[in-house]
């Protein structure tokens, strides 16, 4: 499998090449050449292999440049038992009226995001030291990430990884995950700033090319192909499990920040993957709802983007939709270098002319979710259930409702445990969420970060004397 760019002008490059690269050189995202086609028989032939095994046969067909006999300890190593509360990895459990939650937040930051972080870990080092060189991961964190990535590079060798955290605005479950980490090769960096500056310091070093390539600087962040490749493998995992009873077609519904999850439900479906809808769910920040209901995309500014109690989808601006848009327009790469210099000048573009095109080829349909309404869905799937949603989930829950069809089985990914986001909980429920065994005494452990001054000079001096060389 070759992989080329969503603006045409990157010469194909094989899966390990586009691991270490990030954004393509000519500023847009890897997708592969073509999407493989799996047949009836396989999809049934995988329905008694666990999950990792499962892993290796689907990211198989992406990962052409890893022998197969290679690839397989790998994802035994990412996805071993002990690191994961469920025993199956990715569990799935009713809740009421054919929906189901897919449970994608057992892994060790109680995220989704370890699903694919987890896999990244063993790849990392893999290529590494096959091209004897080393890596250091710069990246952004406003919580999830970031404590994912961590934990899925701590002590790997030739790995170093830079994470930049706005101080003093991530909850202390989340400050408390990442800060008490104290491997080496671990560097918290607390700037004096909001998030979005933290990013820019970021992107203002990896786009310093000299310093890039002296530092052997690499990124994690959602564009990462290697992460969409890994969390394809889950929607076959929850359509296998859904379906052993004789159901032949499934639903999944997901809450969407980046659009890197659902994109890979988009991969899945393109592969042959029996997906009657993929639903995507937002909050407030509803600008890929307004995209799926009326054909035009209109991102916002950080300035016109809402704070909320669901903080991993805050995004106005969804750094996957390209390769979504890729495939929409036929993956005509002139086409959608036109569109995106069209956002740039005028903010907007529309493709109203392939709204039909959007629920009935693709499958895709879109809902929004409130305050309110998140608080009402944890209270009420608590109440009724007994289950513990976190708010995230909860917008998922509450869309999913409005399109389930009868005889489909729906599936709401999980996509982070209550006990991150407890003061929303705390105002659904009137109590706090409990803390996975295990994690009881996390807020209580020595922490250790970096606390830094707003400005890309000081992380500079700092990654200068840090570096894994
Ligand atoms: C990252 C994240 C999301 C959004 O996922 P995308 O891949 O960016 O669409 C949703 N919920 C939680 C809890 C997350 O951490």
Redesign the pocket.
């Known amino acids: 499998m070759r992989y080329i760019s969503t603006r045409g002008e990157m010469a194909a490059q094989g899966f390990c090449d586009v691991l270490l690269e990030g954004l393509a050189p000519d500023g847009g995202l890897a997708v592969p050449e073509s999407v493989p086609h799996i047949s009836e028989s396989t999809l049934e032939s995988w329905r008694s292999l666990s999950y990792p095994e499962l892993a290796a046969e689907v990211l198989g067909y992406f990962v052409t440049d890893i022998e197969p006999d290679v690839l397989k300890p790998m994802t035994a190593r990412a996805y071993e038992g002990s690191k994961f509360r469920s025993e199956t990895i990715v569990s799935l459990r009713p809740l009421a009226d054919s929906i189901s939650l897919l449970g994608l937040s057992e892994g060790p930051t109680l ?3 370890d699903m694919a972080m987890q896999f990244l870990g063993e790849a990392f080092p893999h290529v590494l030291a096959a091209r004897s060189t080393t890596l250091n991961i710069l990246g952004a964190t406003s ?3 970031g404590s994912a990535a961590e934990y899925a590079m701590r002590s790997k060798t030739g790995l170093a990884v830079f994470m930049l955290s706005p101080y003093g605005r991530m909850s202390a479950f989340q400050r408390a995950q990442m800060y008490s980490l104290k491997d080496e090769n671990i560097h918290n960096i607390a700037v004096r700033g909001v998030f979005d500056e933290a990013q820019d310091i970021v992107k203002a070093l990896s786009g310093d090319l000299a310093f890039k390539e002296r530092y052997r600087l690499g990124a994690v962040n ?1 564009i990462n192909w290697a992460r969409i490749a890994a969390q394809i493998v889950y929607y076959f995992w929850g359509w296998l499990r859904a379906t052993d009873l004789d159901v032949c077609s499934v639903s999944f519904t ?9 994109l890979s439900g988009h991969y899945a479906r393109q592969m042959g993957l029996p997906i009657s809808r993929l639903v995507l769910a937002t909050n407030e920040n509803n600008v890929l709802e307004e995209f799926f209901t009326t054909g035009i995309y209109r991102p916002r500014t950080p300035a016109h983007t809402h704070v909320t109690s ?1 903080p ?2 805050d ?1 106005s601006r ?1 750094s ?1 939709f390209e390769r979504f848009v890729f495939d929409l327009v036929g993956r005509d790469a002139d086409r959608v270098r036109k569109l995106w210099h069209q956002l740039a000048t005028e903010g907007m573009f529309d493709l109203s002319d392939k709204l039909d095109v959007l629920s009935k080829q693709y499958g895709f349909v879109a809902g929004h979710s409130t305050h309110s309404n998140r608080l009402g869905t944890i209270r009420r799937v608590f109440d009724q259930l007994g289950v513990l949603i ?1 708010p ?1 989930t909860a917008d998922g829950v509450r869309v999913a409702r409005d399109f389930v069809e009868p005889g489909t089985p729906m599936l709401v990914l999980e ?2 445990l209550p006990a991150k986001f407890t003061d929303t909980i705390q105002e659904s429920i009137g109590r706090p969420a409990p803390l996975p065994p295990g994690l009881e005494d996390l807020e209580s452990r020595e922490q250790k970060v970096t606390v830094l001054p707003c400005d890309v000079a000081s992380v500079r001096d700092y990654i200068v004397e840090h570096a894994k060389v």
Not at 254 to 262: L, S, W
């Open positions: 995220a989704f995001k919580g999830d990430t959602s997901v809450p969407t920040g980046n659009f890197g999850n659902i669901s991993s989808m995004i969804a996957n976190d995230h996509t982070a």
